[in-house]
């Protein structure tokens, strides 16, 4: 007597669907988390439309449109005449000046508190590693526009506040780039030099910051490039520079004097650019 097997009960609906739904997800290489994440983030996305009044009628209005027509068409005829430019080089210099020197006191400061920041401070400064951290932190979470509107109370008007406040923020930002190179640098050199007896502080400026240099470099050099783009905005709240003049003549309507700002700006910015652009290949 031959016993045939009983059919396996069939499994749920849903259990099919959610089988299938793995097979398809693992064929494409698509995950369930991905399609979740991507599901989630195009929510937002339409509930933050949803939520703002965005009148794109009134945007592309005739009316409206003729006016920006208007604007545009008076910002590119800048003012050529040399009086007026000569007014502009000491403003660019200035500008430059604020971001160079910003970032050179926040390269100083980033280092500083990156070493205390840094896991491989010892167990028993546990509380200097967390304090640091928190400072750094607490640095990069303040803009550098609030930062020079605080610093414009106590300093008053002029470069100084607004590097000062480039300083401030910047450290916050090159000390927690810093401290992640220096806890991810490897740690085999380190290792064999300490059981020959040599001393942590030889072994960090001899060893750890010549192979980390390079890092440090180019997180310095980015910095200084967004910082060249801040200090302009910086002197729109009275820090000084270029952003000060664009404020004084974009409030009066001069949109000849506005552009020939404007150009400047864009000049010094390509030229911080090419400028970090050539150390890094000088340096490579």
Same mark, same amino acid.
């Given at each position: 007597? +031959? ?21 398809? %997800?693992? @064929?494409?290489?698509? @995950? ?10 195009? %929510? ?23 006016? =920006?027509?208007?604007?545009? %068409? ?26 160079? !020197? ?7 400061? #980033? !280092? ?14 546990? !509380? ?7 400072? /750094? ?15 414009? +109370? ?17 450290? #916050?930002?090159?000390? @927690? ?15 064999? /030099? ?33 910082? +060249?783009?801040?200090?302009?905005? /910086?002197?729109?709240?009275?820090? #000084? ?21 404007? !150009?400047? =700006?864009? #000049? ?8 970090? %652009? ?7």
């Amino acid at each position: 007597m +031959i016993v045939t097997p009983s059919p396996s009960p069939r499994p749920p609906r849903v259990a099919q669907q959610l089988v299938l739904d793995l097979s398809l %997800a693992t @064929r494409t290489g698509i @995950r369930p988390k991905a399609i979740f994440f991507l599901t989630t983030c195009f %929510a937002l996305i339409f509930a933050s439309f949803a939520s703002l009044d965005l009148q794109f009628a009134a945007f592309f209005d005739p009316g409206t449109l003729r006016k =920006m027509w208007l604007f545009i %068409a008076e910002l590119t005829q800048p003012n050529w005449t040399g009086a007026f430019w000569l007014k502009l080089l000491p403003a660019a210099l200035e500008t430059l000046a604020m971001s160079a !020197l910003g970032t050179l006191l926040a390269l100083v400061l #980033g !280092l500083a508190l990156a070493i205390a920041a840094s896991k491989r401070t010892p167990r028993r400064f546990s !509380l200097v590693r967390s304090s640091a951290r928190w400072l /750094l932190s607490a640095l990069r979470s303040v803009p550098e526009l609030m930062w020079a509107a605080l610093l414009l +109370i106590s300093a008053g008007l002029g470069p100084f506040s607004g590097t000062l406040a480039l300083a401030l923020h910047t450290t #916050g930002v090159l000390g @927690r780039m810093f401290a992640e190179a220096l806890e991810n640098a490897p740690k085999d050199n380190e290792f064999a /030099l300490s059981v020959r007896g040599i001393s942590r502080s030889k072994i960090f400026f001899f060893v750890q910051i010549p192979q980390i240099a390079p890092q440090l470099l180019s997180y310095t050099l980015y910095r200084w490039e967004n910082n +060249i783009r801040a200090a302009t905005v /910086l002197g729109i709240v009275g820090a #000084g520079g270029l952003g000060q003049m664009l404020s004084y003549y974009l409030s009066l309507f001069k949109m000849s004097e506005t552009s020939s700002i404007l !150009l400047v =700006m864009i #000049g010094l910015v390509l030229l911080v650019d090419m400028l970090s %652009a050539k150390i890094r290949r000088a340096l490579a």
